[in-house]
């Protein structure tokens, strides 16, 4: 079983900045995907970004250019750095981790609302 817990959410205005960080249980993090979603209110919920085992990322193009994801995997934690926040990136911000024997886990959200 993996744990995840994130952290980093809050208010901020529009233009301004946010790291959420995500912690990881277990002993698989170096060798799993990583991602960040969110959902909105009356929303499905949606890939932010994504970041494999190797390194490699991948964002939405709603927040490409703004939003980096990154991971430590000596610290088991994935971070998301959002910069030039909008009041439409407001939404619960979800950790999920993909091990490579199947696993799929979901963090318990954190929220981040921008105001304008």
């Known amino acids: 079983q993996v744990q995840l817990v994130e952290s980093g959410g809050g208010l901020v205005q529009a233009g301004g900045s946010l790291r959420l960080s995500c912690a990881a249980s277990?002993?698989?993090?170096?060798?799993?995907?990583m991602g960040w979603y969110r959902q909105a209110p009356g929303k499905q919920r949606e890939l932010v970004a994504g970041?494999?085992?190797?390194?490699?990322?991948n964002y939405a193009d709603s927040v490409k250019g703004r939003f980096t994801i990154s991971r430590d995997n000596a610290k088991k934690v994935v971070y998301l750095q959002m910069n030039s926040l909008k009041p439409e990136d407001t939404a619960v911000y979800y950790c999920?981790?993909?091990?490579?024997?199947?696993?799929?886990?979901w963090g318990q959200g954190t929220q981040v609302t921008v105001s304008s």
């Open positions: 970041i494999t085992s190797g390194g490699s990322t």
């Open positions: 277990g002993s698989m993090f170096r060798f799993s995907a």
């Open positions: 999920n981790v993909r091990n490579p024997i199947g696993g799929d886990y």
